[in-house]
């Protein structure tokens, strides 16, 4: 008797990540948007939505942004901005002169550097939190 041949990994277990519905969509005319759109103020819409349908039912998602502020949208520009400044390439360039020794690494550069490492990572901070975004850890 021959055995029945097995496919490799046959008994491998994998791990999924949890499938979510695909979207339900919805079209609707430009003004009944505009009213949803305000029915809706502050949440989104399909969290509107799923609280009329559903009412105390409805699921939360698990990712909740909240709506950035005009303020929020103006430094996020602002910061942006920075990205034209040069400041990353800047920065290289210091670090490149510093490593081949062109470059005579004082207390009082070394202070600078670090002030302007945590300059950036205060941008950095600044704009996530503009954006709306949880910073990751």
Do not use: W
């Amino acid at each position: 008797m021959t055995q029945p041949l097995r496919k490799p990994f046959q008994n491998a277990t994998v791990k999924t990540k949890a499938k979510y519905p695909p979207p339900f969509s919805l079209r609707l005319s430009e003004e009944e948007r505009v009213i949803l759109r305000q029915r809706a103020g502050k949440r989104s819409m399909g969290e509107y939505i799923r609280n009329k349908l559903f009412g105390d039912a409805a699921t939360p998602r698990k990712v909740k942004r909240r709506n950035p502020t005009d303020a929020d949208q103006t430094n996020a520009a602002q910061l942006a901005g920075l990205g034209q400044s040069r400041l990353a390439s800047n920065m290289n360039q210091i670090a490149k002169a510093a490593n081949i020794g062109a470059l005579p690494v004082t207390p009082d550069l070394v202070r600078e550097l670090h002030q302007a490492c945590a300059d950036i990572a205060a941008m950095r901070v600044a704009l996530i939190a503009s954006l709306g975004i949880k910073p990751k850890r």
